[in-house]
């Protein structure tokens, strides 16, 4: 079995760099549309430690990506009231959708630093970020709980009862998913699709 030692640890240390903003977006979109409590919880930030699940962001990511070359994993989840938020369940669809966007306006941002910077190493470090970032984008569309696609889910007025049982189910059925599916390829592929239209933009 090929362990995969550097790709994993890279990838641990860019999921802690893209994490914060996602999270944070999550969180200022709802504070936005009328939700206080992520700022109650100490979720409107930008310090990342307010934002690391270990398990989620440091332990399954690096086993993941060490193991099968796939890649699993996810910040701490900011919690959101629907009642609060203007709009219900569509505003949820909105927070929720926050976090992804964040991640192709991150793959953006680390794009142009890669064009821009002289060193060739670190230029090779913000290129896999912006992979991973765009993968992260998708990963977290992905309809199992708890990642953000499944907010879309609610959004899309999935009785509860069935919500509940994806719910119960989910951690084990990501993992699955990753380690032994093809989606963790096809995931990968259409990020780094991404990456090539974003770089095919820059000067």
């Known amino acids: 079995m090929h362990l995969q030692i550097q790709e994993a640890v890279l990838n ?13 977006a999550h969180a200022w979109v709802a504070t936005q549309l009328g939700d206080d409590t992520p700022r109650l ?4 930030t930008l310090n990342p430690l307010a934002h690391i699940d270990w398990l989620g962001t440091t332990i399954l990511p690096f086993v993941t990506t060490l193991l099968s070359g796939g890649f699993l994993g996810w910040g701490k989840p900011v ?11 569509n505003g949820l669809a909105l927070v929720a959708l926050a976090g992804p966007a964040s991640n192709v306006v991150m793959a953006v941002i680390l794009a ?17 970020g912006v992979l991973l970032s765009l993968y992260l984008a998708i ?7 708890p ?7 609610l959004a899309a007025r999935i009785p ?9 189910a989910g951690f084990m059925l990501l993992i699955v998913l990753v380690a ?8 990968s592929v259409w990020a780094y699709d991404g990456a090539r239209a974003i770089f095919a933009l820059l000067p």
């Open 12 to 24: 641990v240390i860019l999921l802690w760099l893209l994490t914060t903003p996602h999270e944070f």
């Open 41 to 44: 919880q100490g979720r409107l």
């Open 79 to 89: 919690f959101t009231q629907t009642s609060k938020l203007r709009g219900g369940l």
């Open 112 to 128: 142009i630093l890669a064009v821009v910077t002289p060193v060739p190493a670190v230029a090779a470090f913000l290129r896999h």
């Open 139 to 145: 990963f977290n569309l992905l309809p199992v709980p």
């Open 147 to 153: 990642l953000d696609g499944s907010k879309l889910l």
């Open 160 to 168: 509860m009862a069935i919500y509940n049982e994806i719910a119960r």
């Open 180 to 187: 032994f599916t093809r989606i963790g390829e096809y995931m």
